[in-house]
């Protein structure tokens, strides 16, 4: 499950997340045996009004995504729930994703310096 991209983000076609689900994915999927399907799902979105994190200090953050997403859908039973998230700062989107996805059953962060501008 990808970490939603801000609104703006989203509308310059800048899901960060996304992308590095895809390639999570991909590879899970060839270490996976015969049978196991590996899918990305756009589960979690950020609720109307949600503001940007960009910027913003420690305590801002935490408190910009408490109840600022929902979820698109809900996960089937015996699904393993992996976040994916470009870079985690505080752990607020993080944290925030599990809260309405009701669980993780893990994390992947990824960053590389100077992908983003």
């Given at each position: 499950v990808p970490a939603p991209s801000s609104w703006g983000?989203?509308?310059?076609?800048?899901?960060?997340?996304?992308?590095l689900a895809r390639g999570v994915a991909r590879?899970?999927?060839?270490?996976?045996?015969?049978?196991?399907?590996v899918r990305?799902?756009?589960?979690?979105?950020?609720?109307?009004?949600?503001?940007s994190q960009s910027g913003k200090a420690g305590a801002a953050r935490t408190?910009?995504?408490?109840?600022?997403m929902r979820a698109r859908v809900v996960a089937p039973a015996g699904a393993l729930v992996i976040a994916v998230d470009d870079v985690v700062t505080t752990g607020a989107t993080i944290r925030e994703?599990?809260?309405?996805?009701?669980?993780?059953?893990g994390i992947a962060a990824l960053a590389r310096p100077g992908l983003i501008s």
């Open positions: 983000r989203r509308l310059r076609g800048r899901q960060v997340a996304l992308p590879g899970l999927a060839l270490g996976s045996p015969p049978g196991v399907r990305v799902v756009d589960a979690v979105a950020l609720r109307a009004g949600a503001g408190v910009g995504r408490m109840g600022s994703m599990e809260r309405v996805l009701g669980r993780l059953d």
